[in-house]
């Protein structure tokens, strides 16, 4: 029987600079966002290269779970695209307005308090 092991690593918030554990199921990270910097913006979007040397490579952007929260509060029509229920959090008390949970024989989705609702059976 094939086992299979989650890939852990630290990895620093490009946001806030704290380090955090990632895991990663086919290196996508379980506790955060990484994003392509090059898929960013445009011309007109702060990506102008006009400075950089040819062989110049942009990095991925790295930003935990908490200033993902911080971003996407502050932008709430960004928030509105990520949806309810993006992730799971099993926590007695929602980590964002962004979390579900299953619990028993209900889903659970969080509210902008930061409660658990019961929305029904799980899928």
Same mark, same amino acid.
């Given at each position: ?15 806030? $600079?704290?380090?955090? @554990?990632?895991?990663?199921? *086919? ?5 955060? +966002?990484? !994003? ?8 007109? $979007?702060?990506?102008? @290269?006009?400075?950089?040397? *040819? ?5 991925? +952007?790295? !930003?935990?779970?908490d ?48 409660e ?6 799980p899928?």
């Open positions: 029987m094939t086992e299979l092991k989650l890939l852990k690593k630290i990895i620093e918030c490009d946001a806030c $600079g704290e380090y955090y @554990e990632a895991g990663s199921q *086919e290196f996508i990270f379980d506790n955060g +966002w990484v !994003m392509k910097s090059k898929q960013f913006g445009y011309y007109g $979007g702060f990506d102008d @290269e006009m400075f950089a040397d *040819e062989d110049e490579e942009r990095d991925d +952007w790295f !930003m935990c779970h200033c993902i929260v911080v971003l996407l509060e502050t932008f709430p029509k960004l928030g509105a695209t990520v949806g309810k229920g993006s992730h799971p959090c099993e926590d007695e008390t929602p980590c964002c307005q962004w979390a579900w949970r299953s619990s028993g024989d209900t889903l659970q989705l969080a509210n902008m308090e930061l658990w609702v019961d929305v029904g059976p899928a």
